[in-house]
């Protein structure tokens, strides 16, 4: 194995777009409705309080009399519904709309994320993870769009641990320790941190044997040919494989 390729295959992931625009429309009907139950309430009120007043020998005087064959404070109770629906979608908007900002944080250049977000997160959903995290081995290098490349120059057969969705690219340097073990499936762009005694079925464990950070000379590892260099930021991994115990 070339263990110097180790970032050579771009992984697919879908992109993730909010279209706000179902709440946006729908967030508005429960306070319309309210408005207009007011609204009616209160006109059926105020004919009521302005029809003709009962005969002189009436017994009782009404203080609301019918409209339009309308049971009696049939005004009242509307608007008192209107004014309660409009309440009611006045907090559920508030309350939807505190939801819908309150967003997970933005990835940024410099953040880690960890082996179980990068596999199954999409682009634009991916939480960050403090860097000094055993589990957070990708470290975001850059971000690109519009099929620009990874900061060696590449994006398919980049040296980085690249996720795609076509329109957006993140291009990830590993973020790994010396002398621990990492997994790596055959012709899979993605590692996880592993023991390095565990069996690891058909994937394949290795280890490094060295991190060098601000420089890009391969020689600095003992076997040149199994390090992956990243100009952004400029770092040098050893890759070595671990022997299977027999």
Same mark, same amino acid.
């Given at each position: 194995?070339?263990?110097?390729?180790?970032?050579? +295959?771009?992984?697919?992931?879908? *992109?993730?777009?909010?279209?706000?625009?179902?709440?946006?429309?729908? #967030?508005?009907?429960?306070?319309?409705?309210?408005?207009?139950?007011?609204? &009616?309430?209160?006109?059926?009120?105020?004919?009521?309080?302005?029809?003709?007043?009962?005969?002189?020998? #009436?017994?009782? !005087?009404?203080?609301?009399?019918?409209?339009?064959?309308?049971?009696?404070?049939?005004?009242?109770? &509307?608007?008192?519904?209107?004014?309660?629906?409009?309440?009611?979608?006045? =907090?559920?908007?508030?309350?939807?709309?505190?939801?819908?900002?309150?967003?997970?944080?933005?990835?940024?250049?410099?953040?880690?994320?960890?082996?179980?977000? %990068?596999?199954?997160?999409?682009?634009?959903?991916?939480?960050?993870?403090?860097?000094?995290?055993?589990?957070?081995? %990708?470290?975001?290098?850059?971000?690109?769009?519009?099929?620009?490349?990874?900061?060696?120059?590449?994006?398919?057969?980049?040296? %980085?641990?690249?996720?795609?969705?076509?329109?957006?690219?993140?291009?990830?340097?590993?973020? =790994?320790?010396?002398?621990?073990?990492?997994?790596?499936?055959?012709? &899979?762009?993605?590692?996880?941190?592993?023991?390095?005694?565990?069996?690891? *079925?058909?994937?394949?464990?290795?280890? !490094?044997? *060295?991190?060098?950070?601000?420089?890009?000379? +391969?020689?600095?590892?003992?076997?040149?040919?199994?390090?992956? =260099?990243?100009?952004?930021?400029?770092?040098?991994?050893?890759?070595?494989?671990?022997?299977?115990?027999?």
């Amino acid at each position: 194995m070339f263990i110097g390729q180790i970032g050579s +295959t771009a992984i697919l992931a879908a *992109g993730d777009s909010a279209d706000s625009s179902g709440f946006s429309a729908g #967030s508005l009907l429960i306070p319309a409705a309210g408005v207009v139950l007011l609204i &009616v309430g209160l006109v059926l009120r105020n004919r009521s309080k302005t029809a003709p007043a009962a005969s002189a020998d #009436s017994d009782k !005087i009404p203080t609301e009399a019918p409209t339009s064959g309308l049971p009696k404070h049939t005004g009242t109770i &509307v608007a008192v519904a209107g004014v309660l629906v409009l309440a009611l979608g006045l =907090v559920a908007g508030l309350t939807k709309s505190g939801t819908i900002t309150t967003k997970d944080p933005e990835l940024a250049v410099g953040n880690c994320v960890t082996a179980t977000d %990068y596999r199954g997160a999409q682009i634009g959903k991916i939480k960050p993870t403090a860097c000094e995290d055993n589990a957070a081995v %990708y470290e975001l290098a850059a971000s690109v769009k519009n099929g620009a490349t990874c900061p060696d120059g590449k994006l398919r057969d980049a040296g %980085y641990f690249v996720l795609t969705n076509g329109n957006n690219s993140l291009c990830f340097a590993p973020n =790994v320790k010396v002398g621990s073990c990492y997994s790596m499936q055959p012709d &899979v762009n993605q590692i996880a941190p592993i023991d390095c005694a565990a069996k690891n *079925g058909t994937a394949i464990t290795v280890q !490094i044997g *060295g991190r060098f950070d601000g420089t890009t000379d +391969t020689n600095q590892c003992a076997m040149p040919a199994g390090a992956t =260099v990243t100009p952004q930021p400029a770092r040098v991994v050893c890759w070595q494989p671990v022997t299977p115990a027999s």
